[in-house]
């Protein structure tokens, strides 16, 4: 038998690499979660138990790969973010990308019973991923920035939402209702019609959770918070987070 040499084969692989010394970012997000909710029994609008078995997948990626420094998360999505110096080790974006998706998603169903003790987990979970990175602090500060807007200002439209349908409203004069107001109005809806204080509504869900290694004297653990990342004291009060 002739030997052939199919070494060449190796050249179709494109050499996708992640960007030296710059912050990369992997978000994971629930493929059709709405379905997912639906068919699992989700709370509306935010399911306590839901979040809380997020925040232990991220809690467990960060805890297995120690090159993630930050993470944060809401609804059915994660980010989390590499420290700059760990491009030089994993340098192949569908490598990393690959397995932090696998592993969640495998912590996820690890992990399902836990949380949802009488809820048999009946079509399997899936996230998709992507990584992207961003050459400043800056630049990443208002990527995290952008992600806990976008938890507000879906989080606030739908509490209304919800509102709205449980007191009576079929969903499509709730979307009509709300169509076009801005926060101030929907913090005015909730207060008027159902006595509600926005602003009173607990932080994990107005302000999403963020899952990161906490330095103290001597010893560093993981830990959940929901705080503001928008504003600078948290990143002052954490300052090797982003060193
Ligand atoms: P995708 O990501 O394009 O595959 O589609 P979805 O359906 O995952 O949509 P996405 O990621 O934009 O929005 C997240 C969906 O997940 C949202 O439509 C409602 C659902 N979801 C997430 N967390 C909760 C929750 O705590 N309670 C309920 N009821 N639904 C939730
Ligand atoms: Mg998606
Ligand atoms: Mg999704
Ligand atoms: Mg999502
Ligand atoms: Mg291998």
Redesign the pocket.
């Known amino acids: 038998i002739k030997r052939i040499d199919k070494d060449y084969v190796k050249y179709f692989q494109s050499k996708n690499k992640l960007m030296p010394y710059t912050w990369g970012v992997i978000r994971i997000?629930?493929?059709?979660?709405?379905?997912?909710?639906?068919v699992h029994n989700?709370?509306?609008?935010?399911?306590e138990q839901?979040?809380k078995l997020m925040n232990e997948c991220a809690v467990g990626v960060l805890d297995a790969f120690r090159e993630f420094i930050f993470s944060y998360g809401v609804?059915?999505?994660y980010s989390f973010i590499l420290k700059r110096s760990s491009h030089l080790q994993r340098t192949h974006a569908s490598d990393i990308v690959s397995s932090v998706v696998s592993f969640f998603t495998s912590m996820y169903v690890m992990k399902w019973k836990a949380f949802f003790p009488l809820t048999d987990l009946v079509c399997q979970p899936s996230f998709?991923g992507r990584v992207v990175c961003y050459p400043s602090t800056d630049i990443l500060r208002d990527y995290l920035s952008w992600r806990q807007v976008d938890c507000h200002i879906n989080n606030q439209y739908n509490t209304c939402f919800w509102m709205l349908v449980k007191s009576g409203k079929s969903r499509s004069e709730a979307q009509q209702i709300l169509k076009g107001t801005q926060s101030q109005e929907k913090m005015e809806l909730l207060a008027n019609n159902f006595g509600i204080d926005y602003n009173a509504i607990g932080e994990k869900l107005r302000l999403g959770s963020s899952a990161f290694w906490e330095e103290e004297t001597g010893c560093s653990k993981i830990v959940v918070q929901h705080c503001n990342i928008i504003d600078g004291g948290f990143w002052e009060a954490h300052p090797y987070i982003l060193a």
């Open positions: 997000d629930g493929s059709h979660f709405h379905k997912f909710a639906d989700f709370e509306k609008p935010n399911d839901a979040l609804s059915d999505e998709d």
